[in-house]
């Protein structure tokens, strides 16, 4: 199965590059090509082996609830000629991401069970166990790491430092929690419980702004199977989850949590090949749609990354 790592393309008229976690970006004045690579990250550490079909399933879902929110809130997303390529518009990012929490799960978990009872400002209630449903879905920003790990933070804090304008933080707040609800929405429509998400928003040079890079994928959210909720609640057991959390929990059963002088374990085939059709499995469950591989649709091309090349020369 081919996997694309990374890329390393030059054109003409490029204005720039960046590469994330996961994202190699090209910068073309006004817009921008982002290429979804097939990299994985967990605790914000790239891990070394790419997983096939992982970019295109990212890509996809966010391209699927970007077309899905649209309504609600202005995004970036001009196209998707490619399953691992998106073409859009070019923002100046706002450095934090707002991370919506719906129940008690992950992170916002281990906070609480370690006796934290506020989490970036926001305080919880007592007697809540793993999974619950909080009395409302809340917001827990952090900031945005170009390196290491991101850090919670809290409005206050965000406002006061100046890191983002009071006005326009009240309407990221706003665009956050609408997107949440919609995201609940389309999730409950396919028997899912949307549980937590992040969201990023850049501003134009004309001051709007938009929603920016993924939406609702299994990289940024984590979701819960509806039917069976409520009785394994009661039974104090483990929820069915469809979300990257298997990634990390199998990172720390092997000791590994992105701490100072952890190794990450191997990554063997086997648990390679597990991971991608994990995320398979993912995409048309949160779609409801079949996925097609890009290698099904690129017959003719030398390769996935001659396939993403080409699309960015004939689309910018």
Known sequence: MQALKETGFSFPGQTGFYRGKVRDVYFFNDLMAVVTTDRISAFDVVLPRPIPHKGAVLNSIAAYFLRG?????PNWLESTPHPMLS?????????VEMVVRGYLSGHAWRQYRDGHRSLCGVALPEGLQESDKLPQPIITPTTKAHEGH???ISREEIIGRGLVPEAEYRQLEAYALALYARGTEMAAEKGLILVDTKYEFGRTEEGKILLIDEVHTPDSSR???RDGYEERQ???EPQRQLSKEF???WL???GFQG?????IPPMTDEIVQHISARYLELYEKITGLPFTKPTETASLEASLEDAVRKNIIRHI
């Open 69 to 73: 929110t649209a309504d609600l809130v």
């Open 87 to 95: 073409i859009g518009r070019r923002c100046q990012a706002y450095p």
């Open 150 to 152: 991101d850090e919670d």
């Open 223 to 225: 979701y819960f199977y």
């Open 234 to 236: 009661q039974k104090k």
């Open 247 to 249: 990634v990390r929990q």
């Open 252 to 254: 720390i059963t092997e």
């Open 259 to 263: 701490k100072d002088g952890q190794q």
